[in-house]
């Protein structure tokens, strides 16, 4: 029974290991790779806000934590990049412990706001630290290695975000269905309600804001070992808002909710891209960014009012009746 | 005595909601705080299990004082509770609300035990579950089980909330106006319900409007108004105590 459950997951690692068979075009398999380390941090943010009902607009901010972590061990200590992983997972948890020990007492608005405010302090102070190479980042941040070269493929570093991917999400979904998840669900609910019920609501909502912040982290390092070079503005707070769409999209009370936004925001975004080299050349878009987030706004009032839960929970609600 | 109140006192500004209110419950009795509307029933509630901090005064459980004790600290002492204006989890189903106040006891199946579903993780649900379907069972709703709780009619909502707080094997049972908003069938099956609880060993204090209700079910009975203790005993000598009679009808001029 337990094992019917996770099917899904082995059905879907499948069908997207098959990909790097059909095509090696490594603009395809790029779109995939930074979806993949999108859902990551966005499935951290779904397990924080969606499950336990937490606002937070600073998952960016602990995506920049562990690409900097990450590219600091790699680069300034020429460790191996796999320790620059473990150490992007272990500052961001850490930063994620600290902060939200001061910031979790807020709720609603007012914690929605102290997570913003994070993610701009630390994109603000990445900006003014000259070990890091100040607003330019970070340079000639290293591939993991493994078995070779193997991991410098697009392919190769395609099947390492896969197979997180897959880890992080049977780790969600574990988590979401057992004990301290119902915890999380419960207090989203009724904070009184469970905290009456012997749940220490403070302890729970700080253990999952470390763990989306590891996850963040996690991503974070992910990034930055692929496209080998960061800066401060690549984890601007419009990132963290980005990830909650993604989340509220998919249906933030859901892991697979979670990285379906993030698949189907992602992909959008990348066709908008396309838009103007398919269109006639007399229709000009003056600025593709901000038309992108013109389009995103569309969707995320649409989807709040005609499918409230997000789309994977109201679509399997449908299949159920 | 299971639980005690010393000169409890709750001000809210300048409303005094409690005053030194000096009283004390026995174990294995069903004890009943009535008064009119207003008179502090709930605020005594909430200053008991930790929802407020008494402005002056002491609440003593099992001999310990409750003093700055959060309430899942005190849920874990073993005061369980229900609420007036309800507090379920309208999103979970009812096996999952039971099994939230079940799993209290569960110390080994934490976040990173629960991630890697250790074989531990997986034979304790198991007993939560079963341990919730037989009180989902003993208040009569196990038949929904699978239900969300969102969608069940507000009685029925009311008894999960008994359920929910008996699955935390608490000594006392604190239930916040359990007949308010029911049928008088409902309310049959309620007492049943209590009475029930009680010769299980287990501690039942309500604060209740209903006074017919009260006075067949409760052993002993502690009356306020305008938030001060103005009498207190069993059911027969309370009805007939003039204060109590005065502050509900009123008082001729």
Not at chain 1, 62 to 83: D, N, R
Not at chain 2, 121 to 142: F, I, M, R, T
Request: glycine share 10%; with cysteine.
């Amino acid at each position: 029974m337990r094992f019917r459950s996770f099917l899904p997951v082995l059905a879907v690692g499948l069908i997207l290991a098959l990909v790097p068979l059909v095509t090696t075009s490594k603009q395809v398999l790029g779109t995939f790779i930074f979806a993949g380390i999108y859902a990551i941090a966005v499935i951290g943010l779904a397990l924080f806000s969606g499950y336990a009902g937490q606002p937070s607009m600073g998952q960016a901010g602990f995506c920049a934590i562990g690409a900097y972590a990450s590219a600091i061990v790699a680069t300034k200590f020429s460790l191996s990049p796999w320790l620059g992983m473990l150490a992007a997972g272990a500052t961001s948890g850490l930063v994620g412990w600290l902060i939200g020990s001061l910031i979790l007492r807020l709720s609603g608005h007012y914690l929605a706001i102290g997570t913003l405010g994070f993610g701009i302090i630390v994109a603000a102070l990445l900006k003014q630290w000259e070990w890091t190479g100040l607003s330019s980042g970070m340079r000639n941040v290293p591939r993991y290695e493994f078995v070779g070269d193997v991991l410098k493929t697009e392919a190769g570093y395609y099947y390492l975000v896969l197979v997180v991917l897959l880890v992080v999400i049977v780790l969600s979904l574990n988590l979401v269905r057992s004990r301290p998840g119902r915890a999380l669900r419960a207090l989203h609910e009724s904070e009184i309600g469970a905290e009456m019920l012997g749940v220490d609501t403070a302890t729970a909502k700080l253990r999952v804001f470390v763990l989306s912040a590891v996850l963040g982290g996690v991503a974070g390092s992910l990034y930055a070992h692929y496209v080998g070079s960061i800066t401060p503005d690549t984890f601007e707070f419009t990132i963290s808002v980005e990830m909650l769409v993604m989340a509220v999209i998919g249906g933030v009370s859901s892991v697979w909710g979670a990285a379906f936004g993030t698949a189907f925001i992602w992909g959008l975004s990348q066709a908008i891209k396309a838009l103007p080299d398919l269109l006639p050349s007399a229709v000009k878009i003056p600025s593709i960014t901000q038309f992108e987030l013109m389009i995103f706004g569309a969707i995320l009032i649409l989807v709040m009012i005609f499918m409230p839960d997000g789309l994977v929970p109201t679509m399997t609600k449908r299949q159920r009746r | 005595m299971l639980l005690q109140t010393q000169n409890l006192t709750m001000k809210f500004g300048g409303i005094m909601a409690l005053k030194d209110v000096t009283l004390g419950f026995q174990p294995g009795q069903i004890s009943a705080v009535i008064g009119p509307n207003g008179a502090g029933k709930t605020t005594f509630f909430n200053a008991c299990c930790g929802v407020y901090a008494p402005t002056a005064g002491q609440v003593i459980f099992k001999q310990t004082p409750l003093n700055g004790k959060a309430p899942h600290q005190i849920a874990h002492m073993g005061i369980a509770r229900t609420w007036q204006n309800l507090q379920i989890f309208p999103q979970l189903t009812l096996i999952e609300n039971v099994m939230v106040g079940g799993e209290m006891r569960d110390h080994s199946s934490g976040f990173v035990t629960s991630m890697l579903r250790l074989p531990s993780v997986a034979s304790k649900e198991n007993v939560a579950k079963v341990k919730a379907k037989h009180w989902l069972d003993l208040v009569g709703l196990g038949d929904r089980a699978e239900t969300q709780a969102g969608n069940l009619a507000f009685g029925q909502q009311r008894v999960l909330e008994i359920a929910r707080a008996m699955a935390t094997s608490p000594q006392l049972l604190m239930l916040d106006e359990p007949a308010a908003g029911l049928s008088s069938n409902e309310r049959d099956a309620l007492m049943a319900v209590i009475r029930r609880i009680r010769d299980e060993g287990i501690t039942v204090l309500l604060v209740e409007h209903d006074m017919r209700l009260v006075m067949q079910l409760a052993d002993y009975v502690a009356v306020l108004n305008y938030g001060e203790l103005i009498a207190k005993g069993p059911p027969s000598e309370v009805q007939s105590n003039p204060d109590v009679i005065k502050a509900y009808l009123g008082e001729d001029e």
